[in-house]
């Protein structure tokens, strides 16, 4: 994720165009997919999907994920900014949610991808709810992506489980 580069699993590589375009519009791929788009759409979104399946792409969020935990309890009072150390007190509250999502992303069980989407728009989002605070609620965020992960609802993460 951070190099732009993410192994793709076997199978036909997508053309370079195509690989091209997904990596420019990532972010919006991400949000299409954790909205619930089908992937099979285009091949954009399934390009997109089976980059979040990939175990090196799991492995980079739930990497991200640990991080961002250590961080916050690393940095504990010493912040100046009374923003960044509410931040790292909300991400420290909510430890327990967050390993637990990284549990899922390394267990290499089928999850769905729209979970997958939903934990890369939170570990992507600079301005997300994992990064800052006062916006967007971060026990929600994790709320919802930890249940979108417990459900491979369509049939594209059926047959990618198979």
Same mark, same amino acid.
């Given at each position: 994720?951070? !190099?732009?580069?993410?192994?793709? %699993? #076997?199978?036909?590589? %997508?053309?370079?165009? =195509?690989? /091209?375009?997904?990596?420019?519009? *990532?972010?919006?791929?991400?949000?299409?997919?954790?909205?619930? &788009?089908? %992937?099979?759409?285009?091949?954009?979104?399934g390009l997109r999907a089976d980059q979040l399946r990939s175990d090196a792409v799991r492995t980079q969020m739930a990497n991200r994920l $640990?991080?961002? =935990?250590?961080?916050?309890?690393? @940095?504990?009072?010493?912040?100046?900014?009374?923003?960044?150390? @509410? @931040? #790292?007190?909300?991400?420290?509250?909510?430890?327990?949610? =967050?390993?637990?999502? =990284?549990?899922?992303? *390394?267990?290499? &069980?089928?999850?769905? $991808?729209?979970? /997958? +989407?939903?934990?890369?728009?939170? $570990?992507?989002?600079?301005?997300?709810?994992?990064? *800052? +605070?006062?916006? @967007?609620? /971060?026990? &929600? +965020?994790?709320?919802?992506?930890? #249940?979108? /992960?417990?459900?491979?609802?369509?049939? !594209? !993460? $059926?047959?990618? &489980?198979?």
């Open positions: 994720m951070r !190099d732009g580069f993410t192994p793709l %699993p #076997s199978g036909s590589r %997508p053309s370079l165009p =195509v690989r /091209l375009r997904t990596r420019r519009r *990532r972010a919006g791929l991400d949000e299409a997919l954790s909205d619930g &788009a089908d %992937p099979t759409t285009t091949e954009e979104l $640990v991080e961002a =935990v250590g961080e916050a309890r690393r @940095q504990g009072q010493h912040l100046r900014s009374a923003k960044r150390r @509410q @931040q #790292s007190d909300e991400v420290r509250d909510h430890a327990d949610e =967050v390993l637990s999502l =990284v549990q899922l992303l *390394r267990n290499g &069980a089928t999850v769905s $991808v729209q979970g /997958l +989407a939903m934990t890369a728009r939170l $570990v992507n989002d600079r301005n997300g709810p994992l990064y *800052r +605070a006062g916006g @967007q609620d /971060l026990r &929600a +965020a994790l709320s919802s992506a930890r #249940s979108a /992960l417990d459900e491979p609802t369509t049939a !594209d !993460d $059926v047959a990618a &489980a198979a």
